[in-house]
């Protein structure tokens, strides 16, 4: 028998059998479907992670206070930190040869109020003059910070135009007043738009100078010190090496005992995010794995029921000189041709869903081309593998005793 013969059976088994076709494949569609929507998230999700991190600069790297808190006992140790002050960082900018800009950030959520709107859980930022370059921060409108406004302290805010559309509306925001928690400021400048990631507005915040922030807010946050390397790879890690030495000094760090502050690179954050994400893909890969043989079992039992159903069609094919291998590639190749139909209404389902859920949330959403061979490949897998016995029994069925079953 011909391939294109073989599949067309298949394709006219599906079709005269619609309501079987439908509860037969229901295991693979719903396989495959889970695997390429986590796969198309996560692949949406790596992009914007490598990207936004990479905005920064494979030469910028960060010292905090404390790192990324896994458990309690992370938490606990990182507390009994001493916090990092504005003189490590001036320390850092003044004696770190190695860096070309140095700058330092506070944080925290606030609420704004303009013509009478307000603006809840907005980002509040205490910049250095430095840190807008460092914090990937472009200027449409207006300024950027200058050293003045951090030397006086000025009530001057750069703003996102979550705070431009919502609450200063129509016109020029340049030079209008806002006021934050209670304290004015005047609008000097806006950032450009950021958009949305993972449903969460990334143009609703603040800037002031830091130390207008220090004087409001207090002196015992911990800054949070960003430097960039003035040159390649080996000027990053002589760069890091001169911060760790000043930083250990100044926080009178035992020769020996480990770092009481934490320096990260972007490759730090990118690493974490891999192995979660690459964790989280694994186990959905695991669960929709039960799923492929559950529907691979079903597949089977719906051969068998076909060769039952065949058994005189087989005995007239082996009567006319149809060997085993025929009948067994016949069977085969209908079983992974409903395997395949049952994958690629899977991928569409995965694709579909995943392009749902970016519409919906803004979760960014990219579908690589392997993911579509990987579902495909997995339900053709799965046709080859449970068809192997229904399409034996059928391959090895006696001409004459086939002949003479009843239709």
Not at 386 to 399: E, I, N, Q, R, T
């Amino acid at each position: 028998m011909q391939f294109s013969e073989a599949f067309k059976l298949a394709l006219q088994s599906l079709w005269g059998n619609k309501m079987r076709s439908i509860l037969t494949l229901i295991g693979v569609v719903m396989a495959v479907a889970a695997v390429i929507m986590v796969i198309t998230l996560v692949n949406g999700a790596n992009w914007y992670v490598s990207n936004k991190l990479t905005g920064y600069g494979a030469d910028v790297f960060t010292i905090n206070r404390s790192g990324l808190i896994f458990n309690a006992d992370e938490y606990f140790k990182y507390q009994k930190r001493k916090i990092i002050r504005m003189e490590d960082y001036q320390a850092i900018r003044e004696n770190c040869s190695a860096c070309k800009d140095v700058g330092a950030l506070l944080s925290r959520s606030s609420n704004v109020v303009a013509n009478g709107h307000s603006s809840n859980n907005t980002g509040l930022r205490g910049y250095t003059w430095t840190m807008l370059g460092l914090n990937n921060v472009d200027i449409v409108l207006g300024r950027a910070f200058t050293q003045a406004d951090e030397d006086n302290g000025t009530h001057n805010a750069i703003i996102g135009y979550d705070i431009v559309d919502n609450l200063l509306g129509e016109g020029d925001p340049i030079g209008k007043e806002i006021h934050v928690d209670g304290m004015p400021y005047t609008v000097i400048g806006v950032g450009d738009r950021q958009g949305k990631t993972l449903g969460q507005s990334q143009d609703n915040w603040v800037a002031i100078p830091i130390t207008t922030y220090q004087q409001t807010y207090g002196y015992n946050d911990s800054v949070t010190v960003y430097a960039r390397a003035n040159g390649d790879a080996a000027v990053m890690e002589r760069a890091k090496d001169e911060v760790r030495v000043l930083m250990r000094t100044r926080r009178h760090n035992a020769p020996g005992a480990e770092d009481d502050f934490e320096l990260q690179t972007n490759d730090t954050f990118l690493d974490i995010w891999k192995q979660f994400s690459g964790m989280f893909t694994s186990v959905v890969i695991g669960l929709a794995s039960i799923s492929l043989v559950v529907g691979g079992v079903v597949i089977m039992n719906i051969m068998l029921v076909s060769v039952t159903e065949r058994t005189r069609e087989i005995g007239v094919r082996k009567a006319l000189g149809a060997r085993q291998r025929d009948v067994l590639i016949q069977f085969l190749i209908e079983s992974t041709t409903l395997a395949l139909v049952g994958g690629a209404i899977g991928v569409l389902m995965g694709v579909g869903a995943g392009k749902a859920i970016t519409l919906i949330s803004g979760w960014p959403a990219t579908v690589p081309v392997w993911a579509i061979f990987l579902g495909l490949g997995m339900a053709g897998s799965v046709g080859i593998f449970f068809g192997v016995y229904p399409a034996s029994k059928a391959a090895k069925l006696d001409p004459v005793v086939a002949l003479r079953a009843e239709l």
